[in-house]
């Protein structure tokens, strides 16, 4: 089945405890993505990923870092997280960079960081 | 700057009855549009999308959506509501003039249908 897997789907953790959030997508797709989901606010984009080993930010990149060392992986790490960090996050894959492509979204990661 | 506004944080409507889920934009050049449809402890999922062409576009589960480019709306509608289309729907937008394709999403709106 084509799909986006995150792990964790749920983590409760402390301020300043590194984490990481995985992201696998088995579709081959080029163009991978991070958003995080906060009430009243819609989805905001973290960090995306155009192809392997390119990076770049989003409109709310502070306090997160990401790799793309293969295609199919894109983990976000949170080096020291802190409670404004708390939320929803989702992955995200779409075949290629060009514009009109839908992104195929996980099933969130809901951390929260006391 | 991009930005999507979404003005109804819910919309009621009773089973059979048609629905709409109100969107408009603001992009630089032209817009890519999408509709991405939540349920509960799921991701998004991908409803229609306008490129280019007609302004009527058809989608899932039976959703269209109209592009209308004066207005720079993106309205989402159905003809009849399911309680099974109970979700929260979100509007995004692309602008085709920028190189990051980043994707900038409204607030989401969350739609109920009463029996």
């Known amino acids: 089945e084509a799909q986006v897997t995150q792990n964790p789907r749920y983590l409760i953790t402390v301020t300043g405890k590194k984490l990481t959030v995985t992201c696998s997508q088995n579709?081959?797709?080029?163009?991978m993505s991070w958003y995080r989901q906060d009430p009243g606010l819609g989805l905001r984009q973290i960090y995306y990923?155009?192809?392997?080993?390119?990076?770049d930010k989003g409109d709310v990149p502070e306090g997160y870092k990401v790799s793309r060392k293969e295609k199919r992986n894109f983990p976000l790490i949170l080096e020291s997280p802190s409670p404004n960090q708390t939320s929803l996050y989702f992955c995200?894959?779409?075949?290629?960079?060009?514009?009109?492509?839908?992104?195929?979204f996980g099933d969130g990661t809901r951390l929260s960081i006391l | 700057a991009q930005s999507v506004a979404q003005p109804e944080d819910q919309v009621n409507v009773a089973e059979g009855n048609p629905l709409t889920v109100k969107c408009t934009y603001s992009?630089?050049?032209?817009?890519?549009l999408f509709w991405y449809v939540q349920y509960p402890n799921r991701g998004l999922q991908f409803l229609l999308k306008?490129?280019?062409?007609?302004?009527l576009v058809k989608g899932s589960y039976g959703f269209e959506a109209e592009f209308n480019k004066s207005q720079t709306s993106f309205h989402l509608k159905k003809p009849s509501a399911l309680v099974s289309d109970s979700a929260l729907y979100f509007c995004?937008?692309?602008?085709?003039?920028?190189?990051?394709?980043?994707?900038?999403f409204g607030s989401g709106t969350r739609l109920l249908v009463r029996p």
């Open positions: 995200a894959s779409s075949p290629d960079d060009r514009a009109h492509q839908p992104q195929h």
């Open positions: 579709m081959n797709h080029e163009y």
């Open positions: 990923s155009m192809n392997v080993e390119v990076t």
């Open positions: 992009v630089s050049g032209n817009p890519y």
């Open positions: 306008y490129i280019t062409g007609d302004n």
């Open positions: 995004a937008v692309r602008d085709m003039m920028d190189s990051s394709y980043k994707l900038i």
